[in-house]
């Protein structure tokens, strides 16, 4: 492992560059062996012994996403790991398939993408999501499918795998970022499943119904123990609310926690057997780098130590706009470009995100159970007043909804006087969370509506009331520690 650089002065850590082994062909994966990579990395803080463990490593694939890459960012203090999850489905049986609803055609892309500081002093974990629909600029390349030479073009950050692989993903990635990338790994969904049975399933509470009919995901609000399966079907839903995504993405880091709080807890990681069947059923599907190995596997595990979900941290990175659109692309997620640079300084700096740029919000806010960020409006314009919906969708923008700036005029005769909140009745905690935000408003449900709720604006309305979810996040980066968001 490289040695751990000083705090006085600061100097950048030395890259390795190992002689070049030939790279096992491996079939992409699924998204969440991100997730589960992870979590070996933070089941290593036990410190087991160098013979429980040597020789897993052997059964990693390599890769090389780091070769002749020239120009890099400088680097930082830590270590930084990206992993990244492909939506391949190869390993998965049909039996599989069937149950957890896995059918589809994969598209060889990356479909999670994370970012994971290790703080210098290995006492802290700080993992950032970067939306697989996020707008990106590729450098130049070479098409590993076509050989075919492109420059530098416009991307979602998710393709950036299908066209050069985990080399043109880890510099697209650190062209973003300015951070520099330490390590690289990938795990397939098959070690996923395989690691929650091994640790005799997962604990998760909702406070809501949690329904999706594209992944079979049922929970009734409360408390549910998760298995391999379920669990998978949980980290993969994104139809359970208007947030898609990003509220999938929400899922997947307090699942994440969850994980890591039930590995801490549940005395995994003081049975070396036990420990090394966790590790076992992840190191078979994995993809890394060849500098990551057991020695470095140990050697975080004995500065981990002390490790517990509450030195985690999880956020995703700043959305300024939520529907970029983009020639040849179509809709994209813009990062908000003032935010997102101050949090990846704070990864560079080896700064806690929870208190990076953390200020109080302005002005008093109503609480809501769904974020502004995670809902989609189309806002109407009923009455005869010209501009109102212009305005309406202004005001909702401003206060952090998500609406498609494109408002509409309705064809209907007679002015509307109520403003209307129509919505589908799956996705009625983001409608009472938008009629929050439209006081005097009248809810309305309608069937097969689908995620984008839709605002019809009224005589009656008078202003935007500024809402912000009644969560544990903390700071501008929408923070939350590991321990924050377990089950009580």
């Known amino acids: ?28 994966r699924w998204a969440m062996r991100a997730t589960t990579t992870l979590s070996v990395v933070l089941l290593a803080a036990a410190g087991i012994g160098h013979s429980v463990v040597a020789g897993l490593d052997a059964d990693i694939t390599r890769v090389d996403p780091f070769k002749d890459m020239k120009n890099r960012p400088r680097a930082g203090h830590g270590m930084n790991v990206l992993l990244v ?56 390349h070479t098409d590993q499918v076509t050989g075919k030479e492109h420059s530098g073009h416009p991307i979602r950050i998710n393709s950036a795998y299908a066209e050069g692989g985990p080399q043109l993903t880890v510099r697209t990635v650190e062209n973003m970022t300015h951070v520099k990338i330490d390590h690289y790994l990938e795990v397939d969904f098959t070690s996923f499943m395989k690691t929650v049975d091994v640790l005799d399933g997962v604990r998760i509470c909702t406070a809501e119904p949690l329904k999706d009919t594209y992944t079979g995901l049922d929970l009734a609000p409360g408390a549910h123990t998760l298995k ?23 899922r997947q880091q307090r699942f994440l926690a969850a994980l890591v709080d039930r590995a801490t807890s549940s005395g995994v990681l003081l049975n070396p057997l036990k420990f090394r069947d966790v590790t076992r059923a992840v190191l078979g599907s994995v993809r890394a780098d060849r500098g990551f190995g057991t020695d470095e596997l140990l050697d975080l595990g004995r500065a981990m130590r002390t490790f517990s979900p509450s030195s985690s941290e999880f956020t995703t990175v700043p959305i300024g706009r939520m529907d970029y659109a983009v020639k040849g692309l ?39 159970d769904v974020a502004p960020q995670q809902i989609r409006v189309q806002v109407e314009n009923g009455t005869r007043t010209a501009g109102l919906g212009k305005r309406v969708d202004a005001a909702l923008a401003a206060t952090g909804f998500r609406t498609t700036r494109q408002p509409v005029v309705s064809a209907a005769a007679p002015s509307t006087r109520r403003t209307v909140v129509a919505y589908d009745p799956r996705w009625d905690r983001s409608a009472k969370s938008l009629a929050t935000a439209l006081p005097g408003s009248e809810l309305r449900a309608v069937k097969g509506l689908g995620p984008t709720l839709k605002v019809i604006a009224g005589t009656d309305f008078h202003e935007v009331r500024k809402v912000r979810a009644a969560q544990v996040e903390q700071g501008e980066f929408g923070v939350v520690r590991g321990d924050e968001v377990g089950c009580s």
């Not at 600061?10 to 491996?26: I, K, Y």
């Not at 999850?85 to 896995?102: A, F, K, N, Q």
């Not at 598209?107 to 993992?127: F, G, L, N, Q």
């Not at 998978?232 to 929400?250: C, E, I, N, P």
Request: glycine share 8%.
């Open 85 to 140: 999850g492909t939506d391949g489905r190869d390993d998965i049986t049909e039996t599989e398939r069937r149950r957890y609803r896995l059918g589809g055609t994969p598209c060889h892309c990356t479909d999670t993408i994370m970012i994971v500081h290790i703080s210098d002093d290995r006492e802290r974990a700080s993992v950032v999501s970067l939306p697989r629909d996020s707008y990106a600029e590729t450098p130049p």
């Open 1 to 28: 492992m490289p040695p751990t650089p000083s705090r006085s002065p600061r100097r950048p850590r030395p890259s390795r560059r190992p002689a070049r082994r030939p790279v096992r062909r491996g079939r992409p």
């Open 330 to 368: 179509g809709s994209t997620l813009k990062w908000d470009p003032v935010k997102a640079q101050r949090l990846f300084r704070a990864l560079r700096d080896d700064e806690p995100l929870a208190s990076a740029g953390a200020r109080p919000h302005g002005g008093r806010a109503a609480r809501v």
């Open 228 to 250: 391999g399966g379920q669990a998978l079907q949980y980290v993969r839903s994104r139809h359970t609310d208007a947030s898609s995504d990003l509220g999938r993405m929400k």
